[in-house]
């Protein structure tokens, strides 16, 4: 999957992403006799060059240009074909043809009463027995950690469907916005994943500022007396593998103050790879067994435009 837009691109391939991309649609002949020379030194990677799209009489291609690109070369490239009726961009990878389709970025809506997380499903997943204190928790401590969670969706809760069916919800404790929670489902409503996110400062202030280094936003979060923290639950490993990039994706969203993308905020996202949030994942083997911490997984956030998170 990637994802275009004027701030940022992303893609699911080798975690690329590039901050304020050029793009470009360029046309190249067919190679169609044997020993004929792509036009470019990367065009022999087109899908034609291994027999698909034959039929065509000139190769389009969507190019990505860093923005201080001087040598001419793209980034990152994507032939434009058309298919079934339909515009797809095309990419060769790790020996397979990739055929992407348009899909309509998923929305976030207002959270219903009947679409809130089911009180005894959160509790079977992080364990009815959980205190805060026991994974680190400073702010209420001695709160299970289940009443925490859904005292972060008492105000402004959000819930939003992906392509997939999955759900991710989210909101923020009343008269306390700095203590937030996240719940993600699967496409049957099982949940997946749920995490405490306490002190999290936004990378962007007022109307346009954003902080131009790592070490001057963390100084500022140190003067305000906050402590960030996200503790993350999950399922299983394969419910974390899941819904983790999910929560990363929401994560990015929220350092950008939602309601917002990197075409706005270009400075506040490219500070987002160097950012290290303290973050501890835990395993719940059931409601009546302690959670068990395990390494946090190295995933690329979803490729989800930053812009459906709203608030």
């Known amino acids: 999957m990637v994802v275009l837009s004027a701030g940022m691109f992303e893609s699911n391939w080798n975690r690329a992403s590039v901050a304020r991309p050029r793009y470009r649609i360029s046309c190249y002949p067919v190679l169609r006799a044997e020993g004929e020379i792509p036009a470019t030194r990367w065009g022999g990677y087109w899908s034609g060059f291994y027999g698909f799209g034959a039929d065509r009489d000139a190769v389009a291609v969507l190019e990505i240009h860093a923005p201080d690109d001087k040598a001419g070369d793209p980034a990152y490239w994507y032939e434009i074909a058309y298919e079934d009726g339909n515009e797809q961009l095309w990419h060769m990878y790790d020996g397979w043809l990739y055929k992407m389709k ?12 009947e679409d809130a997380p089911d009180e005894g499903a959160l509790k079977q997943l992080v364990g009815t027995a959980t205190l805060g204190s ?6 209420y401590p001695e709160m299970h950690v289940s009443d925490r969670i859904l005292a972060g969706l008492q105000a402004a809760g959000r819930v939003m469907a992906t392509s997939d069916g999955s759900t991710v919800t989210w909101g923020f404790k009343y008269e306390e916005a700095n203590l937030q929670s996240v719940v993600i489902a ?14 999290i400062l936004g990378l962007t202030y007022g109307k346009s500022g954003t902080y131009t280094s790592v070490a001057e936003y ?14 993350v639950f999950a399922r299983d490993q394969a419910s974390l ?7 990363r994706r929401w994560m990015q969203a929220n350092l950008l103050g939602f309601n917002a993308s990197c075409a706005a905020h270009a400075g506040a996202c490219a500070l987002m790879p160097d950012l290290d949030l303290p973050t501890d994942v835990y395993l719940t083997p059931g409601a009546g067994s302690a959670p068990v911490r395990v390494t946090t997984p190295d995933l690329p956030a979803a490729s989800i435009p930053l812009e459906a998170f709203t608030q």
């Open 134 to 139: 026991s994974v680190g928790l400073v702010n």
């Open 241 to 247: 593998v899941t819904a983790y990039p999910l929560l």
């Open 102 to 113: 348009q899909v309509a970025p998923p929305r976030a809506s207002v959270l219903k009463l």
């Open 186 to 199: 699967d496409k049957t409503g099982q949940l997946e994943l749920a995490a405490v996110v306490d002190d």
């Open 218 to 231: 963390e100084k500022r979060a140190k003067r305000q007396g906050l402590r960030p923290r996200v503790i």
